[in-house]
């Protein structure tokens, strides 16, 4: 015989089972987000577009970077000095297996709706 | 005259800009998912479900207790301890608020594919 759980219990998965915090943390997923748009985007432009401190921003980019995320190249643009940052095909599979699990964790919650 | 952007710039909103770390962090949001499919979850099941540690598992639960997002209640069950965590009217909202920034972001990427 197989013993059960005596009373019910909810839904028995683990909702963030496959979640990495690498690319779910709110700022790293925006990065890849923007980043996955566009062969490659500014410093500059994101620490405009989400709203941080270069400090912050540099900080998310250094973890993203270390886990093969995405590339950064520096540069200049004229004399100004510029940061670049680049998805890798790892960062875009990263980001491909976030959106999945978002899917699935959405679905969940709307099928619960009734409960 | 309007001064426009020199070069052609990624889709410029900021996809996390409704996204509340309160809610979106993976073990907080795991916790929301399942406290909204039942009355009421005991805490050794949210443990065993996450694969947490109690410490880790008590942090997360404070921060969304402390935000008003769930109820913590304590008592015993014959002669255990036991704790109980349910998800407040303003728990379910925010989930609700956290999944349709999450759908938002799934139609971004997901639109973003041919680029």
């Not at 690498?22 to 996955?36: G, S, Y």
């Not at 900080?59 to 520096?74: M, P, S, T, W």
Request: proline share 3%; no cysteine.
């Amino acid at each position: 015989m197989v013993s059960e759980p005596s009373d019910s219990t909810p839904q028995e998965t683990n909702p963030i089972e496959h979640l990495d915090d690498t690319v779910h943390q709110r700022v790293r997923l925006a990065i890849l987000t923007i980043a996955n748009e566009s062969r490659k985007v500014e410093f500059r432009f994101l620490q405009e577009n989400l709203g941080l401190t270069a400090g912050n921003l540099s900080q998310h980019i250094r973890i993203l970077e270390e886990a093969g995320l995405i590339n950064v190249q520096k540069g200049t643009e004229g004399r100004r000095p510029r940061t670049w940052v680049s998805i890798t095909k790892a960062g875009r599979a990263a980001l491909r297996r976030e959106i999945s699990v978002l899917k699935a964790l959405v679905s969940r919650v709307e099928g619960a709706k009734g409960s």
